[in-house]
T-cell receptor, first 119, second 111 residues
Framework: DTEVTQTPKHLVMGMTNKKSLKCEQH?????MYWYKQKAKKPPELMFV???????INESVPSRFSPECPNSSLLNLHLHALQPEDSALYLC??????????????????FGPGTRLTVL | SQQGEEDPQALSIQEGENATMNCSYK?????LQWYRQNSGRGLVHLIL?????REKHSGRLRVTLDTSKKSSSLLITASRAADTASYFC???????????FGAGTRLFVKA
């Protein structure tokens, strides 16, 4: 199974709502990522989990809260979002290097994304 | 600023023609990857080229890497309408821990 799945595919939420995005992979990868992508822009890294521990947080606002309950699952909890947070949220996974870090030798496998609209 | 910059930003060609996209980066890297993204979808890994390699082929794809110029190119030969997508280069600086994507090239192949 070389697939990364994401749910939901689309999400519309108000600024006072609390919602969660989910990501799952069964490739045995121990590194998982959240990216945010605005229209016609490249993906921007938000968070990296390595062996279920948060290893990179790219100064993301606290209204985004990641969680990695186990090696196959990655969640992104959303609360009090702003309209400018509307974007495509992509999850990816990879096999970390021997040292546990993430180098560009790590091919990332992406999910199809969740299209988020904040009203 | 972004590690990778790509040109052209957009490219429109006829089916059967070749498409060439370029990527430049700023710091030393271990290797460079190319990804494809269909509209509004996830990215698909195409090819990885290591810093000690100069050229690599995969099917209709040919990637070159010039570390002295800090640049790479992706050539798609005999393009098809299904190749219509955005193409991104991705690098991780030596000693760094995150992948940085270039701005991307939007390719449109007309049938």
């Amino acid at each position: 199974d070389t697939e990364v799945t994401q749910t939901p595919k689309h999400l519309v939420m108000g600024m006072t709502n609390k919602k969660s995005l989910k990501c799952e992979q069964h490739m045995g990868h121990r590194a998982m990522y959240w990216y945010k992508q605005k229209a016609k822009k490249p993906p921007e890294l938000m968070f990296v989990y390595s062996y279920e521990k948060l290893s990179i947080n790219e100064s993301v606002p606290s209204r985004f809260s990641p969680e990695c309950p186990n090696s196959s699952l990655l969640n992104l909890h959303l609360h009090a979002l702003q309209p400018e947070d509307s974007a495509l949220y992509l999850c990816a996974s990879s096999q970390p290097g021997l040292a546990g870090g993430h180098t560009s030798t790590d091919t990332q496998y992406f999910g199809p994304g969740t299209r988020l609209t904040v009203l | 600023s972004q590690q990778g910059e790509e040109d052209p930003q957009a490219l429109s060609i006829q089916e059967g023609e070749n498409a060439t996209m370029n990527c430049s980066y700023k710091t030393s890297i271990n290797n460079l990857q190319w990804y494809r993204q269909n509209s509004g979808r996830g990215l698909v890994h195409l090819i990885l080229i290591r810093s000690n390699e100069r050229e690599k082929h995969s099917g209709r794809l040919r990637v070159t890497l010039d570390t002295s110029k800090k640049s790479s190119s992706l050539l798609i030969t005999a393009s098809r309408a299904a190749d219509t997508a955005s193409y991104f280069c991705a690098t991780a600086p030596t000693g760094g821990f995150k992948t940085i994507f270039g701005a991307g090239t939007r390719l449109f192949v007309k049938a």
